[in-house]
């Protein structure tokens, strides 16, 4: 369900475990985020695209969340607001301790824009992992899919943390695929925030070790 909305880093809510999703405008971000988490219209699907100017949290289960992110690369968006999306992205990708991934939409009539490029140029240095939903593939015939996925993975091929798939919210093309490697990344970014705790607490103990003590 619709959790919040945020405009700056300083909003951002507490979480276990989050996932982006990103994408230029009218890659078919939103229809992928309704797919996938089997909610019509979650994201708010609009008709205009890059309607969506902020950073909407969408909450799974308890403190853990779809992050739907705005979409860029819209050319009727002002210079000064896009200039500030590309900030706040930039920022909450590079410094959001709890993102477990990224979760790329591209056309896939038209993979790998600049914009796309920079996206990745973000995200990557953290190390975190970046999975790519090559999205309208329906549009494509069967060897236009294959070609289009193979030089995507050759041209992306440096990036360890990157992986490439065909998707379609039209045929549901690779939805099962796409909606089980999310839920892993949740599970581990949950188990990943449990184990920091622990260790945390560990270490106030140890800090500590007369504390209760009769110093007599």
């Given at each position: 369900q619709f959790h919040t909305s945020v405009a700056q880093l300083r909003d951002l809510p507490y979480s276990r475990a989050e996932i982006a999703f990103a994408g230029r405008s009218n890659a078919g971000k939103s229809s992928a985020i309704n797919l996938l988490t089997r909610k019509n219209r979650l994201a708010f699907t609009s008709k205009t695209p890059g309607r969506t100017q902020?950073?909407?949290?969408?909450?799974?289960?308890?403190?853990?969340?779809?992050?739907?992110?705005?979409?860029?690369?819209?050319?009727?968006?002002?210079?000064?607001?896009?200039?500030?999306?590309?900030?706040?992205?930039?920022?909450?990708?590079?410094?959001?301790?709890?993102?477990?991934?990224?979760?790329?939409i591209m056309d896939a009539r038209h993979p790998l824009t600049p914009l796309d490029r920079q996206m990745l140029?973000?995200?990557?240095?953290?190390?975190?992992?970046?999975?790519?939903?090559?999205?309208?593939?329906?549009?494509?015939?069967?060897?236009?899919?294959?070609?289009?996925?193979?030089?995507?993975?050759?041209?992306?091929?440096?990036?360890?943390?990157?992986?490439?798939?065909?998707?379609?919210?039209?045929?549901?093309?690779?939805?099962?695929?796409?909606?089980?490697?999310?839920?892993?990344?949740?599970?581990?970014g949950?188990?990943?925030?449990?184990?920091t705790s622990g260790q945390q607490a560990d270490g106030a103990q140890e800090k500590s070790p007369d504390q209760g003590r009769d110093r007599g």
């Open positions: 902020l950073i909407n949290f969408f909450e799974l289960d308890a403190d853990t969340y779809l992050v739907d992110l705005p979409g860029y690369g819209y050319a009727k968006v002002p210079p000064a607001v896009k200039a500030k999306w590309e900030s706040l992205l930039s920022r909450y990708l590079q410094e959001r301790e709890a993102l477990a991934g990224m979760v790329l140029d973000w995200f990557t240095p953290t190390g975190k992992p970046v999975h790519i939903l090559l999205s309208k593939a329906d549009k494509l015939s069967n060897s236009e899919k294959a070609l289009t996925l193979r030089r995507v993975k050759q041209e992306l091929a440096a990036l360890d943390s990157v992986t490439v798939q065909l998707f379609s919210s039209l045929s549901r093309l690779g939805a099962e695929d796409a909606a089980a490697l999310i839920e892993g990344w949740l599970t581990q949950q188990q990943q925030v449990a184990q």
